[in-house]
């Protein structure tokens, strides 16, 4: 039920059911971290692979101690210039956070969610919560607490409703080690945003060996609709005419041809408000039934560089050109 109790959401969680929280980037699908069933639950409700961690979310930086070995300076300056915000860190594990949760990995994925309702539960609690997406495995992640609802709403007894996410993508993920900062999953906080605190950056890229790397399914964030990534939409409204064609936009409208219905993701093309919009966007059209749903590729720069993976993914199994 779709809701805005806070301190009903702690008494659920306590008692170890699970909670869809909002966060400023997505909604969330959280349980107690300590509590084996209602993270198996996690699991279960989204059909997820148990091979894929979750992300630990806390509500005060001194938290941290009890979660970690330790700290390395980096990432500490890090986490206090973007905490709480879009931003998550792997950290090396205590034994105190069980396996499952890492997928027995050394490693934790940490953050601190900014998001006011978000924030208040967790320091309402005595625990943190994991949470990964509130989205069935390889769907489009939700950014509205009607969208949950869509997905899981008999299923959950709350459905914390914090509004539409105002990040609108997920966390940026990054490991530290020593100066080296590596991104494994591009997010809001961008690798320009980083550079300000070391010299040293680099993006993590999938290798064969290696398939499950944090958030590198190739197929993922994905529409039921057929979906292609172009950088010529004109060319492929007119490949596919005929057909029902979602566009998905960057700063102008689609070309104005029967059966094209459009949506535009930032008329001042600001990459930010993009990835606002991106998933309702996505999900409105998805909604649609459409034939095909045409994206248009984003700027390859700042921001638009996050985009461009999550609609990479959006289009993988289909179609990319
Ligand atoms: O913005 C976000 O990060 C959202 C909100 C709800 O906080 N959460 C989110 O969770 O996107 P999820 O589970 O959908 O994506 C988490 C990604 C996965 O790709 C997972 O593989 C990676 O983080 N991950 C989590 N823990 C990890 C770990 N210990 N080591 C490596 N990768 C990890
Ligand atoms: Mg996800």
Redesign the pocket.
């Known amino acids: 039920m779709i809701s805005n109790n806070i301190s009903w959401a702690a008494s659920v969680l306590t008692e170890g059911g699970l909670v869809a929280?909002p966060?400023?980037?997505?909604?969330?699908?959280?349980a107690n971290i300590f509590n084996a069933d209602a993270v198996d639950r996690i699991f279960s409700l989204k059909n997820?692979p148990p091979f894929?961690?979750?992300?630990?979310?806390i509500g005060r930086q001194e938290d941290l101690e009890g979660l970690v070995k330790n700290v390395p300076p980096l990432a500490a300056k890090l986490a206090a210039r973007f905490w709480p915000g879009?931003l998550?860190l792997?950290l090396p594990?205590k034994d105190t956070i069980p396996d499952r949760?890492?997928?027995g990995?050394p490693?934790?994925?940490i953050?601190m969610?900014d998001h006011p309702m978000t924030l208040d539960l967790l320091r309402s609690i005595p625990f943190p919560l994991a949470?990964?997406?509130?989205?069935p495995f390889g769907r489009i992640?939700p950014t509205k607490a009607e969208h949950v609802d869509a997905y899981f709403g008999n299923q959950l007894s709350v459905i914390l409703d914090g509004g539409p996410c105002q990040?609108g993508?997920?966390?940026t993920?990054i490991g530290v080690v020593g100066n080296q900062i590596t991104i494994?999953?591009k997010?809001t906080i961008t690798e320009d945003a980083l550079r300000a605190f070391s010299d040293d950056v680099v993006t993590h890229e999938k290798k064969d060996s290696e398939p499950?790397?944090?958030?590198?399914?190739d197929q993922h964030y994905a529409p039921q609709t057929k979906a292609i990534l172009t950088n010529n939409v004109n060319e492929l409204v007119q490949q596919y005419a005929g057909h029902r064609i979602g566009c998905l936009m960057f700063q102008t409208p689609p070309p104005e041809v029967a059966g094209v219905v459009g949506k535009v993701l930032s008329t001042s093309g600001k990459t930010e408000e993009a990835a606002t919009h991106l998933y309702a966007y996505l999900h409105e059209l998805d909604a649609m039934a459409l034939d095909i749903l045409i994206l248009e590729r984003m700027p390859d720069s700042g921001v638009g560089k996050a985009i461009n993976d999550r609609l990479q993914r959006a289009a993988a199994g289909h179609i990319t050109r």
């Open positions: 929280i966060t400023e980037t997505v909604y969330g699908l959280a997820r894929n961690p979750l992300i630990v979310h879009p998550t792997l594990k949760i890492t997928a990995k490693m934790v994925a953050r969610p949470a990964p997406s509130a989205n992640s990040t993508i997920e966390s993920i494994y999953r997010g499950i790397a944090p958030g590198m399914l």
